[in-house]
């Protein structure tokens, strides 16, 4: 089992829709968890922090659930700009500070 | 403006080849990453090092070589062991565990193309 799997994808939506992806992880230890956005043939940036109460910036929320070890991004109201792939991030806390990435969702929202 | 800085941007390497790329942070982090992404793919952990002078093993480290003799710099050497290298390159670097900031910053990459 991979220590962190996310949906395949891709993921084709119309503007507005509303999609979600889900990451489970196999670490129980892990402590903090990530969502990075990547564009194509660019670097990961940080599209939030994702938290045990579960936390919202604007159209996004990110949901944690540590009894079925899995994350989950919500995004509502999808704009063309949302293009992209979407990669969960998990710290495997008992592992010295070393974080793995899952293999990436991409999005593609169409007009 | 404090930042990552990969050098070169792009790389081309004859087979056999050793090649050495640069990874330089301003920003006073103590913990630095190199991933590797291949296209398509999400990116794996090669090495990593949490303080000056000590380093660890990601998930595919054979084929790399890394030191890490100044706090500011994780350079990263692709060695002719390694038998598929050619891909995009992403150092990164974290604040300090105990600042309450537990995120990544990555630098603009380096693609490597073996020839």
């Known amino acids: 089992r991979k220590e962190v799997e996310q949906d395949p994808g891709p993921f084709n939506v119309p503007e507005g829709a509303t999609v979600a992806f889900n990451c489970t992880y196999s670490n129980s230890a892990s402590q903090s968890f990530f969502w990075y956005r990547q564009d194509c043939r660019k670097e990961p940036k940080l599209l939030m922090s994702?938290?045990?109460s579960g936390n919202e910036d604007g159209r996004f929320t990110a949901q944690l659930n540590r009894a079925s070890q899995y994350i989950s991004l919500l995004i509502r109201d999808s704009k063309l700009s949302d293009s992209a792939t979407y990669l969960c991030v998990v710290n495997m806390d008992n592992q010295g500070g070393k974080l793995i990435f899952g293999q990436g969702t991409e999005l593609s929202v169409k007009p | 403006d404090g930042g990552i800085t990969q050098s070169p941007k792009y790389l081309f390497r004859k087979e056999g080849q050793n090649v050495t790329l640069s990874c330089e942070q301003n920003?006073?982090?103590?913990?630095m990453y190199w991933y590797r992404q291949d296209p398509g793919q999400g990116l794996r952990l090669i090495y990593y090092s949490q303080i000056v002078n000590d380093f660890q093993k990601g998930d595919i480290a054979e084929g790399y070589s890394v030191s890490r003799e100044k706090k500011e710099s994780f350079p990263l050497t692709v060695t002719s062991a390694q038998k598929n290298p050619t891909a995009f390159y992403l150092c990164?670097?974290?604040?300090?565990?105990?600042?309450?900031?537990?995120?990544?910053?990555f630098g603009a990459g380096s693609r490597l193309t073996v020839l």
């Open positions: 920003l006073n982090h103590d913990a």
């Open positions: 990164a670097s974290r604040r300090p565990l105990d600042s309450g900031a537990n995120v990544l910053t």
């Open positions: 994702v938290y045990s």
